[in-house]
């Protein structure tokens, strides 16, 4: 139950295209789901984060949707340039007394030509 | 830069040797974690600490043993490890308003 499930394992668009990286959950009592950004050598980074209570989060190039009924959220990325070529991972955090334990999808390689 | 540093970036160990990862975070935050990133798997949670206090061990082997000597200090002492044990150790923090910052890892090789 505390899986979280993350598809595509790889992507490759071209440059301008709108890569779209899904992910799916089953713990209800998750109450955050960010998205991290990896470059080669790097640690995760915080990209965007979403609550439950809203259907749609957009900084910048980034977009997430979130689906609470179906348990699902994507991430968007508009315009998709070479620098977005990186690995992507969804997270789902469950806070209460489980003192921040994120859940992290398997990671999407996503690679963007120019 | 996030604010979380570890050493050393790099480690190759034999596997009877006896080292130790650092992660220091000047951030104030008072949750620290190790996860381990291995090729073509999910990042795995190993432990976790609050207010120096470790709140969960994620059934990590024995031949991993962490520290908190302070809010600021988080060790990974490392012993009689496996080739399998190779593997990205990231260490991360968290901010009350649930944002988790990650170091940029060490790289661990057992051979």
């Known amino acids: 139950q505390q899986q979280v499930k993350q598809s595509p394992q790889s992507l490759i668009v071209q440059k301008g295209g709108i890569p779209i990286i899904n992910c799916a959950y089953e713990?209800?009592?998750?109450?955050?789901f960010p998205w991290y950004q990896q470059f080669p050598g790097k640690g995760p980074a915080l990209l965007i984060a979403?609550?439950?209570?809203?259907s749609e989060k957009k900084e910048g190039r980034f977009t997430i949707s979130f689906n609470k009924s179906a348990k699902q959220f994507s991430l968007h990325i508009m315009d998709s340039q070479p620098g977005d070529s990186a690995t992507y991972f969804c997270?789902?955090?469950?806070?209460?007394?489980?003192?921040?334990?994120?859940?992290f999808g398997q990671g999407t390689i996503l690679t963007v030509h120019p | 830069e996030t604010g979380v540093t570890q050493t050393p970036r790099h480690l190759v160990m034999g596997m009877t040797n006896k080292k130790s990862l650092k992660c220091e975070q000047h951030?104030?935050?008072?949750?620290m974690y190790w996860y381990k990133q291995s090729a073509k798997k999910p990042l795995e949670l190993m432990f976790v600490?609050?207010?120096?206090?470790?709140?969960e061990n994620n059934s990590v082997p024995s031949r991993f043993s962490p520290e908190c000597p302070n809010s600021s200090h988080l060790f990974l002492h490392l012993h009689t490890l496996q080739p399998e044990d190779s593997a990205l150790y990231l260490c991360?923090?968290?901010?009350?308003?649930?944002?988790?910052?990650f170091g940029e890892g060490s790289w661990l090789t057992v051979v």
């Open positions: 991360a923090t968290r901010h009350p308003g649930n944002t988790i910052y």
């Open positions: 713990n209800t009592a998750f109450d955050y």
């Open positions: 979403i609550r439950p209570d809203v």
């Open positions: 997270a789902a955090y469950a806070g209460g007394t489980s003192y921040g334990k994120l859940t």
């Open positions: 951030l104030g935050h008072n949750a």
């Open positions: 600490y609050n207010f120096k206090e470790q709140t």
